[in-house]
């Protein structure tokens, strides 16, 4: 018994005095002075520091001010060892972040730094945060600032868009039901979406993809549509198909594509590389294969002294860009078709003579003359139709050479004349509108005007007609003769005017001012440009 008393009494004493230091290692923190030494969050001193605590792994803060801090997270410290550690602290701001729902992994990068709801200091700077909940993982990217908090809230049961735009207030539909104006947050099922925004007469939709958990910021800015600066000018024809319109520049004649608005097509003289003379008129092929052109010579006409009226004619192959005709002629020629199925280019002076070339040679092969004094040409099918000064209308017959018909159309000049987009209907400018009938030339319709119409032209569909009048306006009507609306805010005399959809005409101005607008019913085109984020 005594013994045994003995041996208790001896394993008690040995415990205490083994538990008094078994475990026990130092840490020692020298540099920086003065500065605030926390364990595991809590405060235990201030620098220099030398403390005796537990073997084991610590997360150690040392900072000179609240936001001037260094941590390092998983110190050991070792049984009967000192451990000695030097601290850098950088500036730091704080980072907030919750999700739904909470208890979400918060990584950034590879490195766990906690859950939701977090707050935690970190360096100034850029971060990628990582969440985690299950089989949902979402990443966002902050930037901490100075002594400052920054807070984050992820939904990782719903994909967030925050769609703003400006000008402000356009209405936003989602999946094609309106849900409100912007700026406005939308919370999404994983899935595709339709978005629309629209303000006024401008509307832009896309289709987004979502995951739980992404965010994206979409901003809208409504910008005007302009053509780069080539100062390009009038007269505006439409390709067949309708995938270009056509004008003349600076530096030839320019096919701009309707969905981007770049010349996709570019048309020069090879021997003009200074641009120093102007194209004056232009048509183009039925079959849109060929372009032909006139320039007068006058920059150049030294090298023509003996011409009086120097005028070049060109031809190009639309598909290469290459040059096929290019020749010089004395001449006083200022309308220009294509006649006998491309084959053949005309060529008139204002007194309504001409002469006939081959296109593929530029070789001339007979004089013509249609006897009257000369406005404006347009050729179709194998026919020229060509407008007077005294306001008749004189259709000529490429394949037989004769003119087939010659009518009184109007009390005045002939300014402009263009053909549908189905080729049922010739459409004249004169004192007003009239829409004739290509067949026999029977008027289908008249619009009136107050002044001068300069130009006319239908939409694609024949349901609207647009003229640009004399006054530096221009009128939209429907077909019916109903006014539509009035393009009032033009810079310079419209001279060309040419639909390239219902909704969108095209101005342009004469060489002298050389200006191409582009309206969407009858507001200057504009266009939203979205930034995703």
């Known amino acids: 018994m005594r013994k045994g008393l003995w041996f208790m009494v001896f394993l008690i004493f040995s415990s205490f005095i083994l538990s008094s230091c078994e475990g026990k290692g130092k840490i020692s923190i020298q540099e920086p002075k003065n500065a605030d030494v926390y364990i595991n969050g809590k405060h235990v001193g201030k620098t220099p520091l030398e403390l005796e605590i537990k073997e084991g792994s610590y997360d150690i803060t ?222 183009i092929s039925d079959d849109g294969k060929f372009t032909t052109a006139i320039k007068p010579i006058k920059a150049l006409a030294y090298k023509y002294k003996d011409m009086k009226n120097p005028v070049k004619i060109l031809v190009w192959d639309n598909s290469t860009a290459s040059v096929i005709v290019n020749k010089v002629f004395d001449v006083n020629a200022f309308l220009i078709s294509f006649g006998k199925d491309g084959n053949n280019v005309y060529v008139f002076s204002k007194d309504g003579k001409g002469f006939v070339l081959d296109a593929k040679s530029g070789n001339k092969i007979k004089d013509i003359s249609l006897n009257e004094s000369l406005s404006v040409v347009k050729g179709y099918n194998n026919k020229i139709y060509a407008g007077t000064e005294s306001g008749k209308l004189i259709v000529f017959d490429t394949n037989s050479d004769n003119i087939e018909k010659s009518e009184n159309i109007s009390s005045g000049r002939i300014n402009d004349i263009q053909v549908s987009k189905d080729g049922k209907y010739l459409v004249i400018a004169s004192k007003e509108a009239k829409v004739l009938n290509l067949t026999d030339l029977s008027v289908f319709k008249n619009v009136s005007s107050n002044t001068t119409v300069l130009s006319a032209n239908l939409s694609p569909l024949n349901s609207k007609i647009a003229l640009a009048k004399a006054d530096k306006t221009v009128d939209v009507y429907d077909i019916n003769g109903s006014k539509l609306y009035t393009i009032s805010n033009l810079t310079a005399q419209p001279i060309s005017v040419i639909f390239a959809t219902e909704e969108i005409t095209i101005t342009a101005s004469s060489v002298e001012n050389p200006t191409i607008n582009l309206w969407y019913n009858g507001k200057l085109l504009r266009k939203w440009v979205q930034t995703i984020e």
């Open 62 to 283: 040392v900072a000179t001010t609240e936001f001037d801090r260094d941590t390092r997270k998983g110190v050991w410290v070792y049984y009967d060892k000192t451990t000695k550690l030097v601290f850098n602290p950088k500036p730091t701001g704080i980072l907030q972040a919750d999700s739904i729902p909470q208890g979400a992994i918060v990584m950034e990068g590879r490195n766990y730094i906690g859950k939701t709801p977090f707050k935690e200091y970190l360096p100034v700077g850029k971060h990628l945060i990582i969440f985690k909940y299950g089989a949902v993982g979402t990443s966002r990217k902050v930037v901490i600032e100075y002594g400052k908090t920054t807070s984050i809230f992820v939904n990782l049961t719903k994909a967030v868009l925050h769609l703003n735009a400006n000008p402000p207030d356009a209405k936003i539909y989602v999946d094609e039901k309106e849900i409100g104006t912007s700026p406005q947050n939308v919370e999404l099922d994983e899935g595709v979406h339709k978005i629309t925004v629209e303000k006024d007469v401008y509307k832009d939709t896309f289709t987004i993809k979502v995951k739980k958990g992404d965010e994206f910021y979409v901003n809208y800015t409504l910008e005007d549509v302009q053509l780069p600066p080539v100062q390009a000018y009038g007269p505006l024809y439409m390709t067949k198909d309708y995938k270009y319109f056509v004008s003349s520049g600076k530096a030839g004649i320019y096919f701009w594509d309707i969905t981007d608005l770049k010349p996709h097509i570019s048309l020069w003289d090879p021997e003009d590389i200074r641009n120093f003379d102007k194209f004056s008129t232009f048509a």
